[in-house]
């Protein structure tokens, strides 16, 4: 059976749909949903609003849902949630690295095929300097031997998606969380080697969440 691929960039923008409530998100969505090529989902809003969430993006707007949980504990346990993410009609979700290799491989088995794995490597806020920024590179890795769909690095760190993308070649996709309000560019992850700027608070808090895209699509 042929691995199933991550998402195929078209505009190359995951929207990080992480408002405040469910109203929010239909808004925000019923105004771009045609310029973008994934949506990602946070807690926040699938706390509030229940995993239900997943199905209604969906069915609405016939798009991949990306649900960006940051799963970081015992296989048995980060298994169980894959596998309910899966059934509830996510297409994609994030794994922490840290989990280490058996923690990848059982993942990948737990993903059956039905969904992608992101592996994340490197927090994008100054934090992320402190610890795991010195073992992403290993991390990145590991997602290759353990055949992930995806990996994240910081959109904010030009550098840092160089050297991911010279470590990961065409192996796998490349999403870069903080893109606009953490300072990453949306051209710029592009020209370093990312395959999807991550964008949430600079779409979602637009007045012309639109109008903020095609402005974005239009200045490549």
Same mark, same amino acid.
């Given at each position: 059976?042929?691995?199933?691929?991550?998402?195929?960039?078209?505009?190359?923008?995951?929207?990080?749909?992480?408002?405040?409530?469910?109203?929010?998100?239909?808004?925000?969505?019923?105004?771009?949903?045609?310029?973008?090529?994934?949506?990602?989902?946070?807690?926040?809003?699938?706390?509030?609003?229940?995993?239900?969430?997943?199905?209604?993006?969906?069915?609405?707007?016939?798009?991949?849902?990306?649900?960006?949980?940051?799963?970081?504990?015992?296989?048995?346990?980060?298994?169980?949630?894959?596998?309910?993410?899966?059934?509830?009609?996510?297409?994609?979700?994030?794994?922490?690295?840290?989990?280490?290799?058996?923690?990848?491989?059982?993942?990948?088995?737990?993903?059956?095929?039905?969904?992608?794995?992101?592996?994340?490597?490197? =927090?994008?806020?100054?934090?992320?300097?402190?610890?795991?920024?010195?073992?992403?590179?290993?991390?990145?890795?590991?997602?290759?031997?353990?055949?992930?769909?995806?990996?994240?690095?910081?959109?904010?760190?030009?550098?840092?998606?160089?050297?991911?993308?010279?470590?990961?070649?065409?192996?796998?996709?490349?999403?870069?969380?903080?893109? $606009?309000?953490?300072?990453?560019?949306?051209?710029?992850?592009?020209?370093?080697? $990312?395959? =999807?700027?991550?964008?949430?608070?600079?779409?979602?808090?637009?007045?012309?969440?639109?109008?903020?895209?095609?402005?974005?699509?239009?200045?490549?």
């Amino acid at each position: 059976m042929e691995k199933k691929k991550f998402i195929e960039p078209k505009s190359h923008i995951i929207l990080a749909l992480d408002t405040e409530n469910e109203e929010k998100a239909f808004w925000v969505m019923d105004q771009c949903y045609d310029l973008i090529d994934c949506i990602k989902l946070n807690y926040p809003l699938v706390l509030k609003t229940g995993l239900g969430i997943i199905g209604k993006l969906k069915d609405k707007y016939k798009l991949p849902i990306f649900c960006d949980f940051k799963v970081a504990d015992v296989p048995v346990t980060n298994n169980r949630i894959i596998k309910i993410v899966a059934n509830a009609g996510g297409d994609a979700i994030m794994v922490h690295g840290i989990v280490g290799p058996d923690g990848l491989e059982e993942a990948m088995k737990a993903a059956d095929n039905k969904i992608s794995i992101v592996v994340q490597t490197e =927090f994008t806020h100054p934090g992320g300097l402190v610890f795991t920024q010195g073992i992403a590179d290993s991390l990145v890795e590991l997602a290759l031997r353990a055949g992930c769909q995806a990996v994240q690095t910081p959109g904010n760190r030009p550098e840092r998606i160089k050297k991911v993308k010279s470590i990961v070649g065409d192996k796998c996709k490349i999403v870069c969380c903080g893109v $606009g309000a953490q300072g990453g560019s949306y051209k710029t992850v592009l020209e370093s080697g $990312g395959d =999807f700027p991550i964008i949430g608070r600079a779409i979602y808090q637009s007045s012309n969440p639109r109008e903020y895209i095609v402005n974005l699509l239009n200045n490549l």
